[in-house]
């Protein structure tokens, strides 16, 4: 069974920087496409970031210049480094993969707020 847990969530004062770390197992992970998602309350979910196994990243325009994501192949990790941080990215943050449909993790939570 696909397992995703993240983790690294909390609070953050506007302009300050916060990691979030999803741990996966139960799939070959190296080869897979991992992404992560966000979902402000009242709002859509919407993509973030995606990084290959080999370790090409896409960032939404939104986090451009602010956020990298990064992957440990050895440790079956995936990692949000989030810079100058906004009120507007306060959401859950999901870790997510495909691989024979849709894979979520549970979610951590971001508070960007004074």
């Known amino acids: 069974q696909v397992q995703l847990v993240e983790s690294g969530g909390g609070l953050v004062q506007p302009g300050g920087s916060l990691s979030l770390s999803c741990a996966a197992s139960?799939?070959?992970?190296?080869?897979?496409?991992m992404r992560w998602y966000r979902q402000a309350p009242g709002k859509e979910r919407e993509l973030v970031a995606g990084?290959?196994?080999?370790?090409?990243?896409n960032y939404a325009d939104f986090v451009k210049g602010r956020f990298t994501i990064s992957r440990d192949n050895r440790k079956n990790m995936v990692y949000l480094q989030m810079n100058s941080l906004k009120p507007e990215d306060t959401a859950v943050y999901y870790c997510?993969?495909?691989?024979?449909?849709?894979?979520w993790g549970t979610g951590t939570l971001v508070t960007v707020s004074s």
């Open positions: 997510y993969v495909h691989r024979s449909g849709d894979n």
């Open positions: 139960g799939f070959f992970f190296s080869v897979y496409n």
């Open positions: 990084i290959s196994g080999g370790g090409t990243s």
